[in-house]
């Protein structure tokens, strides 16, 4: 239900400046953003002293498993993870059972969508069945306002097809999505390839992969002028290379997951397979390095590749356990405290939200994509009210039953993080309020 609300006594985080500010919204809208202003008519009266107040976050990555994967999450589960995270929109990946690869399931995950507590965009497959062999009907889906395609899951092995795919894209003026992994190198490797797999006995997955296919997809965009985005980046090498590109004109952006600023390979050593996940956890020599790009403002993305997944799949011998790791409801304070749980909030909400948004296109409101609002806007009279208030003084320890997500596989369990979402507001309704989900 839409209510009037009115934001107090928080700091309002725009691009370019940070104001003490309440923020009254009315009708689904921010009527306005000032000093001490007068409340709405029966407005519900928010606290956000000691608060961040930004535009909602956008994850550029979640799987919301469903069609075919409703054990591990559905649309509804995963977007009230996502509202507790202080998301207002989410692009869903397409590795469903079948794929999104066409626009009647295109239109199943929109419709699924339309019920659920936040914004869900769609991801479109690059190939049918994400089987790397033939390109998907991208047109149609773009029709429904698909703007990002991605295999994800795996990478486009071959280089001619990602070339016709980039060629097909450019046209349709889309955003083709890459998970970096080459499989000739990955093989069947489950953690970071190097000393401590060999000691460990498990069979490695080498930076290398990944870095050859950033390579080769940068070598591609550049021939063929397409926009490219790369998916959760994890080697220094990978943002070196990226940073190049960009330097150099090419039309990319890549971003970096919360696991992979925080989390080091030496957590394979437990074997407990909570810490596997595709690209693998790498060294610390990588995590410094994607971490100093992040305080340098050089991160297009904070993408959390929410990878729900059942215990039946996860509790396996960590050569066997299903990759992925849930990030949804802990990204907004892993991130604050990879920045350092310090600066005025803009960076955060840079890489949270308004790029994210860009990079999507969700920074306009979309009849296409079923009536969604505008996403990573600047806290202006006029916008559509996606908001989301950060506590960074809350210290909240991650209990994986208490999560709103179907599944359990979170690797923060028992972690005492550095923030928390108070209150998150979508579509001028308030869907979390004091930290709980109110649908
Ligand atoms: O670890 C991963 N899990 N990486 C991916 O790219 C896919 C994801 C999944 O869908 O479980």
């Not at 914004?119 to 994400?130: E, H, P, S």
């Not at 179907?406 to 972690?415: F, H, V």
């Amino acid at each position: 239900m839409v209510e009037n609300l009115i934001v107090r006594g928080g700091t309002v985080v725009r691009s370019s400046e940070v104001v003490s500010a309440d923020v009254a919204i009315v009708d689904g809208r921010i009527l306005e953003v000032g000093s001490q202003i007068a409340a709405p008519t029966g407005a519900i009266e928010l606290d956000a002293t000691g608060c961040l107040v930004g535009p909602g976050l956008v994850d550029l990555h979640t799987h919301l498993r469903e069609p075919g994967g409703e054990e591990a999450e559905t649309v509804e589960t995963g977007c009230r993870a996502g509202a507790l995270g202080g998301y207002s929109a989410v692009v869903a990946m397409p590795n469903t059972i079948p794929a999104i690869d066409s626009a009647a399931v295109v239109a199943q995950v929109i419709a699924l969508g339309q019920a659920a507590a936040i914004d869900v965009a769609v991801a479109g497959a690059i190939t049918v069945g994400r089987a790397g062999q033939i390109l998907s009907p991208m047109a149609e889906m773009a029709s429904l306002g698909v703007t990002i395609f991605t295999d994800d899951g795996n990478g486009v092995q071959d280089a001619g097809l990602m070339l016709r795919a980039m060629q097909y894209a450019r046209g349709l003026g889309v955003t083709l999505a890459e998970h970096c992994e080459d499989e000739s190198l990955a093989g069947s490797g489950c953690m970071n390839a190097g000393s401590l797999a060999s000691r460990l006995g498990l069979p490695g997955r080498s930076g290398l992969s990944e870095e050859i296919m950033v390579a080769r997809d940068l070598a591609l965009a550049e021939a063929t002028g397409c926009s490219l985005h790369l998916l959760h980046l994890s080697t220094a090498r990978s943002l070196e290379l990226c940073l190049a590109a960009k330097a150099k004109g090419i039309d990319v952006t890549f971003e970096v997951t919360p696991h992979h600023l925080h989390l080091p390979e030496e957590l394979c050593a437990s074997y407990d397979p909570v810490f596997k996940v595709h690209p693998p956890l790498r060294t610390k020599a990588d995590i410094d390095a994607l971490v100093a790009a992040l305080i340098a403002g050089q991160i297009d993305a904070v993408a959390t590749d929410h990878a729900p997944h059942p215990a039946q799949a996860k509790d396996r011998p960590f050569d066997q356990a299903a990759p992925g790791m849930l990030g949804l409801e802990h990204a907004a304070a892993l991130t604050w405290e990879a920045l350092g749980a310090e600066g005025d909030g803009r960076m955060l909400f840079e890489v949270l939200s308004r790029r994210p948004a860009r990079i999507a296109r969700l920074t306009e409101a979309s009849e296409r994509r079923g009536g969604q609002s505008a996403h990573g806007g600047e806290l202006m009279a006029g916008e559509d009210a996606n908001l989301c208030i950060f506590d960074p003084s809350r210290r909240p320890i991650v209990d994986p039953a208490a999560l709103a997500s179907r599944s359990r596989n979170t690797p923060y369990a028992g972690r005492t993080l550095t923030g928390g979402i108070r209150h998150t507001i979508v579509r001028g309704e308030l869907i979390v309020r004091e930290s709980e989900a109110q649908r």
